[in-house]
């Protein structure tokens, strides 16, 4: 089985994605990171990154192609990326959501802790929420352009929606784990 998970930023996805390959022994594959590293590459932000692909598919392309070339050769992984429910229709597919502030915080805390996300290092919650605010616009306006995808976090698209707001990590991925199809969960 794969499993696609995507959300809003500060939702804890990569934290859930990891507890949950870990707890099913899944590889675990996180498109983020690859963009991140692929910015950095170029000396950019992955906020400088997102703009550049407003006029240069590639930034989403080469890491989107990957992605699908794993849904269509490899089983029983979790995979984390803004759009791997389109690319890997085939997943079970999941949606964390998150009150903004609370998000926003997340991030900010994260960053405060010396995490290295090669992104704007936020300082305050309302500086957080203005910069999130705005990768997502430039996101959705990307997968539009790029891909035709109208509405990428449209509840259609998804198996499973979570809202991570006053849920633990543990308790996500507990919840995941009994929406999971099939007698193995």
Do not use: C
Request: charged content about 30%.
């Amino acid at each position: 089985m794969i499993i696609s998970i995507t959300g809003s930023e500060g939702a804890g996805k990569t934290t859930v994605a990891n507890m949950l390959s870990e707890q099913l022994g899944y590889d675990n594959y996180y498109i983020g990171d690859l963009r991140r590293k692929a910015a950095a590459t170029r000396g950019m932000t992955l906020d400088e990154y997102n703009k550049y692909g407003l006029t240069n598919s590639s930034t989403d392309t080469e890491v989107d192609d990957y992605a699908k070339k794993l849904g269509e050769s490899q089983d029983d992984f979790v995979i984390q990326g803004r759009t791997m429910w389109y690319f890997i229709p085939h997943s079970f597919k999941i949606f964390l959501s998150v009150a903004p502030e609370e998000g926003a915080e997340r991030i900010v805390n994260h960053l405060k802790e010396g995490a290295e996300r090669n992104e704007t290092k936020y300082k305050t919650t309302k500086e957080a929420m203005k910069g999130l605010a705005e990768r997502n616009r430039n996101d959705v306006e990307r997968y539009k352009k790029h891909y035709g995808i109208e509405n990428v976090h449209d509840p259609k698209h998804f198996d499973l929606m979570i809202d991570t707001t006053k849920v633990s990590p543990g308790d996500v991925v507990n919840k995941i784990i009994a929406a999971l199809p099939g007698d193995d969960n």
